[in-house]
């Protein structure tokens, strides 16, 4: 990858006046607005409707096989290549579409340390895409601006659409990520969270070589100085987990750990609305006002009050707001070592314990798993939770092999003692369609537990299929609910259950043969 390969074919389009650089909020509603893109809510966030794509496109997205960088990606379904030439065309078409475009750009960061962070430049073809990226990444000081050369420029162009057969796509989509030209591009998709996303993934690639570790996760810290991440895919709680009122979040949802603890890699939070309530969630409430974004949520036509249990346009309704309108939110982000680590899973299976303690070698274990199930909405084409394995809680953005950041996190375990446990916000009482989804309050209750320490205290035994250590009490849970097979009616249901998920377990982790002994026999066992 080159130092600073800022693309000057750029230069003189940029300049024109039809292009808006880094524009003030209330300047980008307006915009937004006058063009047709949204309405507002009640509450003064700017709803948008993302139109026939409400989730990411996974299918879609390619990485350019460049000399540089191509014996360190791990090719495959995940990171799908296309060639320098392929990814010239749509370049060239790009740049074309947009001369005649009104544009938004966007000057900022990605990364709280000022070390590792990334210079990026995005422009956009809506004016709420380009308030959604200037809540999303860190924003700029007036001093950083009037220095700020782009290391990474991000092009996003819904109207673009590509043409498979010409283009090598598989549909009008595409998300193509070329390292040597320092590019993304992005056309086909309405969708907001594709840009976040691509540059999550552009990091995930680049901060390994100087020792961060890229992690897909939300962060919080205590009075104490004492540091917890939240591991998990979309609609696992992440956000609603790491906004405790009695803690300060970091960030909600991509961090790098370096030799000087955790920084968040963005400005602002991202956080799935389907059934929010003042009531659970207050923080991520109060948070949707003025400056927010609202996607695919639909509002009352007279009071244009917001519905957030209509789900008729996506299970994948979605908030976007800067990180400051969380009360106490540590700004810059950034903060020490981690000392308890939570690995979030909704299991569609309903047979995980609800809170369970790993050993390192359970952890290491169950990252690579990533075992969860995708939420309704998440991607195109999911509508009922569907059981899978992500690597390391976010195989979507990763570009390297799971040994790179595997390696890093057994690394960073062993250096400062954390504590790992696997949280199931899943489903109890049986699977998905039988039983019900986990209590929120009792999931906080145990999440509590494990970051105080209270949880020390309980007697641990061991799952017989899984292995993992459940505790006997939480104060604040039933003790029935902690063992997942006491909450199932069918005992016998219920171990066929736990069985299948061994099974699935075990046939998964045969894609990582050269992982050591004493990790593979971490994993369940068929009884």
Same mark, same amino acid.
């Given at each position: ?123 956009? +073809? ?45 549909? +009008? ?51 104490? @100085? ?24 970091? @960030? ?13 890699? +963005? ?68 903060? @020490? ?46 509508? +009922? ?67 105080? @320490? ?74």
């Amino acid at each position: 990858m080159k130092a600073n390969a800022y693309p000057v074919e750029l230069h003189d389009i940029l300049q024109t006046e039809r292009v808006h650089h880094n524009l003030s909020v209330p300047k980008l509603v307006e915009a937004a607005l006058s063009r047709n893109e949204g309405i507002l809510a009640s509450s003064g966030a700017f709803r948008a409707t993302t139109g026939k794509y409400t989730g990411r496109s996974p299918k879609d997205k390619f990485i350019v096989d460049e000399p540089s960088i191509h014996h360190k990606i791990a090719w495959g379904p995940v990171n799908q290549p296309i060639s320098p030439e392929q990814f010239d065309r749509l370049y060239q078409r790009a740049l074309e579409y947009m001369k005649e475009r009104e544009l938004f750009v966007f000057n900022g960061f990605a990364g709280g340390d000022i070390r590792y962070r990334l210079p990026i430049r995005v422009i956009n +073809e809506y004016a709420w895409h380009n308030l959604f990226v200037h809540q999303l990444f860190v924003r700029p000081t007036p001093e950083e601006l009037e220095e700020h050369q782009p290391k990474f420029t991000v092009i996003g162009l819904p109207g673009l659409k590509a043409d498979p057969i010409a283009d090598g796509t598989h549909s +009008e989509t595409f998300i193509v990520v070329s390292f040597e030209k320092q590019v993304v591009l992005i056309g086909g998709t309405e969708y907001a969270g594709e840009m976040k996303k691509s540059i999550f993934s552009v990091l995930n690639c680049m901060l390994p070589e100087q020792g961060v570790f890229p992690m897909h996760c939300s962060a919080n810290v205590g009075e104490k @100085g004492d540091v917890a991440l939240f591991f998990g895919l979309s609609g696992t709680g992440k956000t609603t987990l790491s906004a405790d009122p009695d803690r300060r979040l970091i @960030g909600d949802d991509e961090h790098g750990w370096s030799d000087r603890g955790v920084f968040n890699f +963005e400005g602002g939070c991202y956080a799935k609305c389907i059934g929010l309530s003042e009531e659970k969630e207050p923080q991520i409430w109060n948070a949707i006002r003025f400056g927010s974004v609202l996607e695919n949520v639909i509002l009352d036509r007279d009071t244009r009050v917001a519905d957030y249990h209509n789900n008729s346009l996506t299970e994948n309704t979605r908030a976007a707001y800067p990180i400051d309108y969380i009360p106490g939110a540590v700004i810059p982000g950034i903060a @020490g070592h981690p000392e308890v680590i939570v690995f979030l899973t909704a299991d569609a299976f309903g047979v995980l314990p609800p809170i369970s303690k790993l050993t390192r070698e359970q952890a290491m274990y169950h990252f690579l798993s990533g075992y969860t199930s995708k939420l309704a909405g998440t991607e195109r084409g999911v509508t +009922e939770p569907e059981a899978t394995f992500s690597t390391c809680f976010g195989a979507p953005f990763l570009p390297l092999r799971p040994s790179v950041y595997a390696n890093m996190l057994g690394d960073k375990i062993d250096a400062h003692n954390a504590h790992v446990y696997l949280v199931n916000t899943g489903w109890s009482g049986g699977p998905y369609g039988i039983g019900k989804r986990m209590n929120l309050s009792y999931t906080r209750a145990m999440v509590t537990a494990a970051i105080n @320490g209270s949880i020390k205290h309980a007697t641990f035994t061991a799952d017989p299929v899984f292995g993992v250590l459940i505790p006997d009490r939480v104060h604040g849970v039933p003790s029935e609910v902690l063992n997942p097979r006491n909450t199932w009616a069918d005992k016998a249901a219920y171990d066929e259950k736990a069985r299948e998920l061994a099974a699935r377990f075990i046939k998964n982790f045969e894609k990582f043969p050269d992982v050591a002994d004493e990790i593979r026999q971490a994993g369940p066992k068929m009884i």
